[in-house]
C-alpha cells in the first residue's frame, strides 16, 4: 500500500464508479459528455495503476499491496487483493488499453454511446479485479462478472451475426468457468475451509484428483485462452465484435486465460500439469502450426488476425507447460507483446472499417496511396505480428523458443515454423490490403489518419518498439515470482 | 400448559384470522371504487403480522396445542419473508388487477387465507396441521386462478390445478396413513422416535415414505409429478402466478424440511436417493423445455421446476450446510421470481399482457432502467456473479460437494448451462434486438420503486450475500435440532 491507501482496490473501482456516472448521463443526447466522463475515467484509471509499478518490490515473489477484509465470514470468503510480478503488469496494460479503447470508439460509436463507454469502463474494473484477486471466489465474481459487459458490447454494437457470436461466446466461456467453480468448492473442501489462491497452492492432492481438478481448470483457462479444440467461439467473437471489444478481447480476455493456469493450474496441480505437459504442449503446437495455416487462408481481414492470436497464444501456452525459466518468461512477455500487437492490428483494421465498411480483403489495395501515414503504422505493426528483430513480438517468441530447444529440438523446430507463417500471413495481408494500384472508386476515397487516430497509434507505436528494443523494466518484474513459481512447480504435491 | 401459553406462538396466525374475517366484512360495505382501502387494510394487516411475529419471537423452540404447532426462528423468520412476500405481491398486482377488474375484496380475502395456510404450514409440527395449512393454501391459490371466471384459459388452469392438487393431497394423505400405521403417531417428533427404535413394519413404511415423497414432489412441482405447473403459470392471471410461483415455496420449503427432516430422518438414506432421481430429473426437463417456450410465464414454469430440482440438491446433502443452503436457495428465488413476473405486469397493459418472448424486445430502447433491473434478475436466475443467484447456486454445490457427490455437482452445473442460456435469450431480446412496440410503458411510482428495488436488491445481496445466508444458516441449525 502507498500512502496507506488500497491501491489495487482503486483501480478496480474507480473504473467502475465511472461507469456508472457514464450510464447516468442516459441517451444519446448527453453523447458528448458520456465521451468525456469516459475519456476522464479511463486516464484516471491508468493513473491510479502507476503506483503498482512505481512501488513495486522486484526483489520479493511475495503478493504485494496486499488488502484483506471479511467479506462472506461464513464461507470464509475474503475480499483478498494482491499482486505480484505476473499479475501486477496486466493490469498496467489492462487500465492503458480502457484508454485507447475509449478513444478509439470516440467518432465511430453513434447510437448508445453512454452504455457503450460504460460497459468498457465496468468490464475494466473488472478485469482488474481478476488479476488482483487473491480469493478464488472473488476471482471467480470477476471473472464471470466481466462476460456480461462483454456479452452486451459484441451483442448491440457488433457485426450482422453478432448475436450467434456473442451468444457463443458466453455460453462456451461460460461452460467452462462453471466445471472451475466446483473444482474450487473441492479444493475449498480439501484444505478445511479456505478459498484463498495461495492455500490452495500449499494443499496436498492425490494424482486421480490431481487430473480431475486440472482438467476442470483447464475447461476454463483453454477456452478463454483460447486453445486448439475450444478455439471457435473466437474468431466469430472478433469478427462481429466492434472494434474496441476485439482490442479488449485480444489484449485483455485471451490473457485471463493464461493467466489463470499460470495462477491456477500449474502450482494448484503441479504433478497433473507435469503429467498432462505433453498434451497441452501437443495442442499448443497444432495451434501453432495448424492455426497458422488456417490464418494464411483468411479473406476477412479481423479473422486472420483473430486466428494470428491463436497461433500466438500457442506460443504463451507452450511457453508455460515446458516449465523452464526462459518458456515462462518468454510467455508472459509474449502475452504482453501480443497485447499490444493484436491490439494495435485490430485497431487498424477498426480504421479501415470506419471509412470502407468492409473487412474483405478483396475489397482493398493500393491503401498506400491514399492513406500513407495509416501504411506505416499498420507496416509497424504487420512486422511485429510477423516477429521482427527490435519490435516486442520477438522477445517473448524467442524466449519461448530457446525454452523449449532446452526440452525438445522438434518443439522448438515446429514453433520456430511460426516465424515463417506468421510472417507470410501478416505480410501478404499487408501486400494485398495496401500495396498495388487503387483497387476501386472506394479506396480513391480514403482519407488518412486524424489527429486522434494519430495520437492512438503512435501509442502504441512507441511501446511495441520500446519493449522490442529495451524489454528489460518488464522482464525484472517478472524474475521473482517466475523463478518462485518454478520452484514451486517443480516440488510434488502428492500427499505423502 | 395454560391457554395463554399456548396462544402467545399462534398469536400472529389469530391476528391475521381475525383480521381477514373482519376484511372479508368490512369490504362488502364498500363500494368498487373505494378497494384501495380494503388495500391499505391488507397492507396494515400484514404490518401487524410483522410486528406481532418478531414481538412473540422466543429463543429456543416452544410447542403449543400438545406439540401441534411450534415457534423457532426457522419458522419465524420464514414467516416475515412471507409477509414481505405477499405484500409486494399485492404491490405488483394492484394496478394489473384493477385495469382487469379483478381487483377484488375476494382476491385480497383469498390472497390472506393463503397466507395464513402457509403460516400454518410453515409452524406445523404434526401430520394434521401439516395437511390442514397445505389444504387451506391450496384451496385459496385453486380460487385464485380461477377468480377471473370469464377467461376458458384461466378456468381450464384452475380445473387442472384442483384435480392434480387433490390427487397429491391424496397421496400425501394416504403415505400419511401410512406412516401413523406403522409408527403410530402423527406427531412428526414422535415419528422420528418410532423410526430410530427401529419400526416393525418395514415395508409399510417405505410404501408409506413413497406417497409422501411423490405428495410432496406433486406441491414443489417436480418432475416427474411437474405437469400442472406449466399449464397453471400459463393460464392463470399474471397476479395470481406471481402468488403461486413466489411466496408459497417458502412454505413448500418448510413443508418438506418439516417431514423429511424433522419426522423422518431415520430414513434419509432412502429419500434422499430418491429426491437425486426427483432433482436430476427436474434440472434436466426444466431447462431443456424452457427453451422451447415462447411464452414467458410458462417460460419461468420450467424454470421454476428447475429451481426447485436444485434447491432438493440442498436437502440431499443434509446437515446445516445442505439444509440451509437449500432454504438460501428458496429465499433467493423467492425474490428472483417475483421480480421476474413482476416486470410482466409492468409491462402489461389494459387488455394487454406481456407474457411472451417478443414483448420484450428491445426493451433498452423503451425503458433503459427496466431492460437493466430485468437483466440483473436474469443474471441472477442464470446464477451469474455478481448477483444473488450465483450465492445460492453457490452454497447448494458447496453442500453438495462436502458430502461427497461431486458427480451431482457437475451435473448440476452442466444443466445451468443450458439454464444460462434462455435466460441470456430474454437479456439478447432486450437488448439487442429492436422494439415491436412503441407504447408508452405506464407504470405507478409504488411498482415502479418496488421493482427497481427488487432488481437493486438482488444486485446487493448478491455483493454482501453473507448476512442472509447466515441467517438461514443459524435458524435451520437452531430449528431442527440436527446435533
Known amino acids: ?496 | 400448559m395454560n391457554l395463554l401459553a399456548n396462544l402467545i406462538p399462534v398469536s400472529a396466525e389469530i391476528f391475521l384470522l381475525v383480521m381477514v374475517c373482519f376484511i372479508l366484512i368490512a369490504d362488502l360495505m364498500l363500494t368498487q371504487s373505494s378497494k384501495l382501502f380494503t388495500y391499505l387494510l391488507v397492507q396494515l394487516t400484514l404490518l401487524g403480522c410483522s410486528i406481532i411475529t418478531v414481538g412473540t419471537h422466543e429463543h429456543g423452540v416452544t410447542y403449543a396445542f400438545n406439540n401441534m404447532y411450534v415457534d423457532d426462528l426457522m419458522s419465524d423468520v420464514l414467516k416475515m419473508l412471507s409477509y414481505l412476500g405477499m405484500s409486494m405481491v399485492l404491490v405488483y398486482s394492484r394496478q394489473y388487477l384493477m385495469l382487469r377488474g379483478l381487483f377484488t375484496g375476494e382476491f385480497m380475502v383469498l390472497a390472506l387465507f393463503a397466507l395464513l395456510g402457509m403460516n400454518v404450514m410453515i409452524s406445523a409440527n404434526h401430520f394434521l396441521t401439516l395437511y390442514l395449512g397445505l389444504e387451506l393454501l391450496s384451496l385459496s391459490l385453486y380460487a385464485m386462478v380461477a377468480l377471473q371466471r370469464d377467461s376458458a384459459i384461466a378456468t381450464e388452469a384452475a380445473m387442472k390445478y384442483f384435480v392434480l392438487g387433490a390427487l397429491a393431497s391424496g397421496l400425501l394423505l394416504y403415505g400419511m396413513s401410512m406412516m401413523y400405521g406403522a409408527t403410530g403417531s402423527l406427531e412428526l417428533g414422535v415419528i422420528s422416535d418410532a423410526i430410530n427404535h427401529g419400526v416393525q413394519n418395514k415395508s409399510l413404511l417405505a410404501f408409506g415414505l413413497v406417497f409422501i415423497v411423490s405428495g410432496l414432489a406433486f406441491k414443489l412441482g417436480v418432475v416427474p409429478f411437474h405437469m400442472w405447473v406449466p399449464d397453471v403459470y400459463h393460464g392463470a392471471p399474471t397476479a395470481m402466478t406471481l402468488l403461486i410461483g413466489s411466496v408459497p415455496k417458502l412454505a413448500a420449503f418448510a413443508f418438506t424440511v418439516r417431514i423429511l427432516v424433522e419426522g423422518l430422518q431415520g430414513l434419509e438414506h432412502d429419500w434422499s436417493s430418491m429426491l437425486i432421481i426427483l432433482a436430476i430429473a427436474s434440472m434436466a426437463l426444466g431447462n431443456l423445455a424452457a427453451i422451447a417456450q415462447t411464452n414467458l410465464k410458462r417460460m419461468f414454469a420450467y424454470s421454476t421446476i428447475t429451481h426447485m430440482g436444485f434447491m432438493l440438491l440442498g436437502l440431499i446433502s443434509g446437515g446445516i450446510e445442505g439444509y440451509g443452503s437449500a432454504m438460501f436457495y428458496t429465499v433467493v428465488y423467492m425474490m428472483m421470481s417475483l421480480g421476474a413476473f413482476g416486470m410482466i405486469m409492468l409491462l402489461s397493459r389494459a387488455g394487454f399482457e406481456a407474457d411472451t418472448l417478443n414483448d420484450f424486445k428491445g426493451l433498452n430502447q423503451r425503458s433503459p432502467w427496466l431492460a437493466f433491473i430485468m437483466m440483473l434478475l436474469m443474471l441472477s436466475m442464470a446464477g451469474i456473479p455478481p448477483t444473488v443467484g450465483f450465492y445460492a447456486k453457490f452454497s447448494v454445490l458447496n453442500a453438495i460437494v462436502q458430502t461427497g457427490h461431486t458427480w451431482l455437482a457437475i451435473v448440476a452445473v452442466l444443466f445451468s448451462l443450458i439454464g444460462a442460456f434462455y435466460y441470456l435469450r430474454i437479456i439478447k431480446l432486450m437488448y439487442f434486438d429492436a422494439p415491436e412496440s412503441h407504447e408508452p410503458i405506464v407504470y405507478g411510482s409504488d411498482t415502479g420503486l418496488l421493482i427497481s428495488l427488487n432488481g437493486l436488491g438482488v444486485l446487493f445481496l448478491g455483493l454482501m450475500p453473507g448476512t442472509l445466508m447466515s441467517i438461514c444458516a443459524v435458524s435451520v441449525q437452531q430449528s431442527l435440532l440436527l446435533y
Open chain 1, 1 to 496: 500500500m502507498i500512502f496507506g491507501l488500497p491501491v489495487i482496490s482503486i483501480t478496480i473501482w474507480l473504473p467502475i464508479i465511472f461507469g456508472i456516472l457514464v450510464l447516468a448521463t442516459g441517451d444519446d443526447k448527453n453523447a458528448p459528455l458520456a465521451r468525456l466522463l469516459a475519456l476522464v475515467g479511463s486516464v484516471l484509471g491508468f493513473l491510479v495503476t502507476l503506483p503498482l509499478y512505481i512501488g513495486f518490490d522486484t526483489t520479493t515473489s511475495s503478493m504485494q499491496f496486499v488488502e484483506h477484509h471479511d467479506w462472506i465470514t461464513r464461507f470464509n470468503i475474503n475480499y483478498y487483493l494482491g499482486v505480484d510480478g505476473i499479475s501486477m503488469l496486466f493490469i498496467l496494460l489492462n487500465s492503458f488499453f480502457t484508454v485507447i479503447v475509449v478513444l478509439a470508439g470516440w467518432r465511430v460509436i453513434e447510437k448508445r454511446v453512454s452504455q457503450y463507454m460504460a460497459a468498457f469502463l465496468l468490464m475494466s474494473g473488472m478485469i482488474n479485479g481478476v488479476f488482483g484477486a487473491l480469493d478464488s471466489i472473488l476471482f471467480y465474481v470477476f471473472w464471470e462478472a466481466m462476460l456480461v459487459p462483454m456479452f452486451i458490447i459484441i451483442g448491440v454494437w457488433g457485426g450482422p451475426n453478432r448475436i450467434y457470436a456473442t451468444m457463443k461466446f458466453f455460453l462456451y466461456t461460460l461452460l467452462g468457468s462453471l466445471l472451475m467453480l466446483v473444482a474450487l468448492i473441492y479444493l475449498y473442501n480439501l484444505t478445511g475451509g479456505s478459498f484463498a489462491i495461495l492455500d490452495f497452492h500449499q494443499v496436498a492432492i492425490p494424482m486421480t484428483a490431481q487430473i480431475l481438478i486440472f482438467i476442470a481448470f483447464f475447461f476454463a483457462f483453454a477456452v478463454k485462452v483460447p486453445m486448439f479444440p475450444v478455439h471457435t467461439w473466437l474468431p466469430d467473437a472478433h469478427v462481429e465484435a466492434p472494434t474496441g471489444g476485439s482490442v479488449i478481447l485480444a489484449a485483455l480476455m485471451l490473457k485471463v486465460g493464461a493467466y489463470g493456469f499460470l495462477r491456477f493450474s500449474m502450482p494448484i496441480t503441479p504433478d497433473a500439469s507435469h503429467k498432462l505437459a505433453g498434451v497441452m504442449i501437443a495442442l499448443s503446437l497444432i495451434a501453432i502450426v495448424y492455426i497458422g495455416l488456417v490464418a494464411l487462408m483468411q479473406t476477412d481481414m479481423k479473422k486472420l488476425v483473430a486466428y494470428s492470436s491463436i497461433s500466438h497464444m500457442g506460443f504463451v501456452t507452450m511457453g508455460l507447460f515446458i516449465f523452464n525459466a526462459y518458456g515462462m518468461e518468454g510467455a508472459l512477455l509474449q502475452m504482453i507483446s501480443h497485447g499490444f500487437v493484436a491490439g494495435a492490428l485490430f485497431l487498424c483494421i477498426g480504421v479501415l472499417y470506419d471509412r470502407m465498411h468492409s473487412r474483405n480483403i478483396a475489397d482493398y489495395g493500393g491503401v498506400a496511396n491514399k492513406m500513407p501515414v495509416f501504411a506505416a503504422f499498420f507496416m509497424l505493426f504487420a512486422m511485429a505480428n510477423s516477429g521482427l528483430p527490435g519490435t516486442s513480438a520477438f522477445v517473448g517468441e524467442f524466449m519461448v523458443i530457446m525454452g523449449a530447444i532446452k526440452v525438445n529440438f522438434w518443439y522448438a523446430f515446429a514453433a520456430g515454423t511460426t516465424l515463417i507463417f506468421g510472417a507470410a500471413y501478416t505480410l501478404w495481408l499487408y501486400k494485398r490490403v495496401i500495396f498495388g494500384k487503387v483497387a476501386n472508386q472506394h479506396v480513391e476515397e480514403l482519407t488518412d489518419l486524424n489527429a486522434r487516430e494519430v495520437l492512438i497509434m503512435s501509442l502504441l507505436a512507441v511501446l511495441v518498439l520500446g519493449m522490442g528494443v529495451y524489454p528489460l523494466p518488464l522482464s525484472e518484474i517478472l524474475h521473482a515470482s517466475v523463478n518462485d513459481l518454478l520452484v514451486h512447480v517443480a516440488h510434488s504435491k502428492l500427499p505423502l
